[in-house]
């Protein structure tokens, strides 16, 4: 077995590397935008379903990639509703897919905090003659890093799962081939070295998010209460 | 001036039966009865934050400038002075950060002033509550039981607050159950018994003389449950 060193200086590599967090932002930056927002209006919306709303919402936390990535082939193939826009096998397509399957990570998570901090300041805020978009904002900043946990959730998610971008990437070397895609593929033809570099690549990228997460939050526990 | 406060008829589900009073300015109010009575809920009916299931709640002059201090005091994720000058920003006063730190000397709070407010003692956020309030300079305060949860010796520096705001001309209005409180600050009682008002009189004759089986055996502290 080589050193470390050489595992992650094979040609291709950080091409590859580039590609996923390339995809995985992408997607997390777009369910961002609309997960946040959701969460929010979810949480001190008063709306006939809620309830199952947000039960249906918690239950996608656990959507299974493959399904995704099926639904998402279905839509884009050429004989699909979306098929002329010529997305499969691109990133874009990828991003299409890791964006459904983490939305519902950032709306859910977003949508408890919000709601835990509004019963808590439901009341001071109205007697302070605070309401409306102002209220609104004042707890969106109250929670910004449980916020923050909830978009490295997504990241975290995004960057680790295989089958989403596998059926609707095709895994095209130079293309669309990401991390987890390479390693699926590498370790079933016997190439362990690419799959293992990749894999400390991808183990370390992920080790550094949830303590950054958790760094974060400790110190604004720490700072604020 | 606002007050008086008049609530005609007024109630809520079943936890306040149908009831009309005035509150008016003067006196320090003292609502008092025991866990579960309606006092609560009534402070929040005349503050306007729970609408009457039925009757109306009616200020002489519009609601005007009111405050309310909580059981549990809620504060911003930011500083004391901060949590202080949002309150005053939001009810559109000029020089926020002045007004906040005034009020924060008032309540023996301003070397605590940079402090993040969550992270103060029960006493010390109760105590910053009622700066948040002091810097409104409010017509009518409520208070719902606000040294319940708290030791002997922030208790004393809460009430002292609270008699200087009854000094500075500020109505006080205030939720309690303690009894040596109600007659240390109040200068009337409603008394309130399984969501009824059921007595309205001086604090002085409240206590010597209740009117009612209710308040006698409540002040006897044989709380009645029936």
């Known amino acids: 077995m080589h050193n470390i060193a050489g595992v992650l200086a094979q040609p291709g590599l950080w091409e590859i590397v580039a590609l996923s967090l390339r995809v995985s932002l992408s997607a997390v930056l777009l369910a961002t935008l609309a997960g946040l927002p959701l969460g929010a209006a979810i949480a001190v919306g008063r709306f006939p379903g809620r309830t199952s709303v947000i039960v249906l919402l918690n239950a996608l936390m656990g959507l299974p990639p493959v399904v995704v990535g099926l639904a998402v082939y279905l839509l884009l193939s050429r004989a699909g509703p979306l098929g002329s826009f010529?997305?499969?096998?691109?990133?874009?397509?990828?991003?299409?897919?890791q964006t459904i399957l983490i939305l519902p990570i950032i709306a859910a998570l977003s949508r408890q905090a919000v709601e835990d901090a509004w019963r808590e300041y439901d009341e001071q805020l109205r007697s302070l003659g605070v309401d409306g978009v102002r209220a609104a904002l004042t707890v969106l900043w109250d929670?910004?890093?449980s916020l923050l946990t909830a978009v490295l959730a997504g990241l975290g998610r995004a960057s680790a799962e295989v089958g989403a971008v596998m059926i609707v990437g095709g895994n095209i070397e130079g293309v669309t081939r990401v991390m987890?895609?390479?390693?699926a593929l590498e370790t079933s033809k016997g190439d362990l070295p690419l799959a293992l570099g990749l894999g400390i690549v991808l183990i370390a990228i992920v080790l550094v998010l949830n303590a950054a997460a958790f760094v974060v939050k400790e110190a604004a526990?720490?700072?604020f209460g | 001036m606002i007050l008086p406060l008049r609530l005609e008829g007024v109630s809520f589900r079943h936890i306040i039966q149908p009831l009309s009073l005035a509150i008016e300015a003067g006196p320090s109010t003292i609502i008092l009865g025991a866990n579960g009575a309606g006092k609560s809920v009534l402070m929040r009916l005349m503050h306007g934050l729970l609408a009457p299931s039925s009757g109306r709640v009616t200020w002489s002059d519009g609601a005007g400038r009111q405050a309310m201090v909580f059981q549990?005091?809620?504060?911003?994720?930011?500083?004391?002075?901060a949590n202080v000058a949002y309150a005053v920003d939001a009810a559109g006063m000029p020089d926020p950060g002045r007004v906040a730190m005034e009020a924060l000397k008032e309540v023996g709070l301003a070397h605590l002033a940079h402090r993040p407010a969550r992270v103060l003692s029960g006493g010390e956020q109760q105590r910053l509550a009622l700066a948040r309030a002091w810097a409104l300079?409010?017509?009518?305060l409520f208070l719902d039981e606000p040294t319940a949860s708290l030791d002997p010796s922030a208790t004393r520096e809460i009430e002292s607050v609270i008699r200087a705001f009854d000094a500075s001309g500020t109505k006080i209005v205030m939720a309690t159950h303690n009894l040596g409180q109600a007659r240390r600050l109040g200068d009337e009682v409603l008394?309130?018994?399984?969501?009824r008002l059921v007595e309205r009189a001086s604090v002085e004759r409240f206590f010597k003389q209740p009117g009612t089986a209710e308040a006698a055996a409540f002040i006897?502290?044989?709380?009645?449950?029936?």
């Open chain 1, 180 to 183: 987890t895609t390479t390693i």
């Open chain 1, 221 to 223: 526990q720490r700072r």
């Open chain 2, 191 to 195: 008394f309130i018994h399984q969501g």
């Open chain 1, 86 to 97: 010529g997305l499969l096998f691109t990133p874009g397509a990828m991003i299409v897919a």
């Open chain 2, 72 to 81: 549990r005091p809620v504060m911003l994720r930011r500083s004391a002075l």
């Open chain 2, 220 to 226: 006897k502290g044989e709380l009645p449950w029936d």
């Open chain 1, 143 to 145: 929670v910004r890093f």
């Open chain 2, 137 to 140: 300079h409010p017509e009518v």
